[in-house]
T-cell receptor
Framework: GENVEQHPSTLSVQEGDSAVIKCTYSDSASNYFPWYKQELGKGPQLIIDIRSNVGEKKDQRIAVTLNKTAKHFSLHITETQPEDSAVYFCAASKGNNFNKFYFGSGTKLNVKP | KAGVTQTPRYLIKTRGQQVTLSCSPISGHRSVSWYQQTPGQGLQFLFEYFSETQRNKGNFPGRFSGRQFSNSRSEMNVSTLELGDSALYLC????????????FGQGTRLTVV
């Protein structure tokens, strides 16, 4: 099956700096890659996603890049704010897998004011 | 538009008992997936239902089961609870297309004592 690896496990940045979280996947058939933010005591919240026919997608301060050849994708957060502090998960799925997602192990992001 | 609703939010059960968790998806969504989240194993896929049919199943023992009703609400059941079943159980709701955005509820925190 699919294996998704996520790095780093923890990331501490100063407010205003950028943060980058990286994930690799093993199954070349995977074609949908969402990112989730999970705050303490809450369920994961979808923040951005990308499909395999696109190399980059942006939404305000958040961007995701995908390199299909290398089988890795990354989350970029610019101008970080304290409210960005949370655990971030990457995930991968493929079209014939009926919405089954394989998740990375998570990155705890701490934005220091 | 109301989000995904999971009930109850918290449960404490004794080893050997059984438990039923409920999930109401976003209105119009017909796919419901269940995940188990633990500190050690992360987010793991349990099963997915669409139009009352289980379409995909993860690698969990038969003690874990689920069903979906005609109004798309879903329940999962865990029988003969073990201490290791203590986890956050998350439900995700998706539209009718495969491989689309999945939106999570806040989860049910199950503690087995």
């Amino acid at each position: 099956g699919e294996n998704v690896e996520q790095h780093p496990s923890t990331l501490s940045v100063q407010e205003g700096d950028s943060a980058v979280i990286k994930c690799t996947y093993s199954d070349s058939a995977s074609n949908y890659f969402p990112w989730y933010k999970q705050e303490l005591g809450k369920g994961p919240q979808l923040i951005i996603d990308i499909r395999s026919n696109v190399g980059e997608k942006k939404d305000q301060r958040i961007a995701v890049t995908l390199n299909k050849t290398a089988k890795h994708f990354s989350l970029h957060i610019t101008e970080t704010q304290p409210e960005d502090s949370a655990v971030y998960f990457c995930a991968a799925s493929k079209g014939n897998n009926f919405n089954k997602f394989y998740f990375g192990s998570g990155t705890k992001l701490n934005v220091k004011p | 538009k109301a989000g995904v609703t999971q009930t109850p939010r918290y449960l404490i059960k004794t080893r050997g008992q059984q438990v039923t968790l409920s999930c109401s998806p976003i209105s119009g969504h017909r796919s419901v997936s269940w995940y188990q989240q633990t500190p050690g194993q992360g987010l793991q896929f349990l099963f997915e239902y669409f139009s009352e049919t289980q379409r995909n199943k993860g690698n969990f023992p038969g003690r874990f089961s689920g069903r979906q009703f005609s109004n798309s609400r879903s329940e999962m059941n865990v029988s003969t609870l073990e201490l290791g079943d203590s986890a956050l159980y998350l439900c995700a709701s998706s539209g009718w297309l495969m491989n689309t955005e999945a939106f999570f509820g806040q989860g049910t925190r199950l503690t087995v004592v």
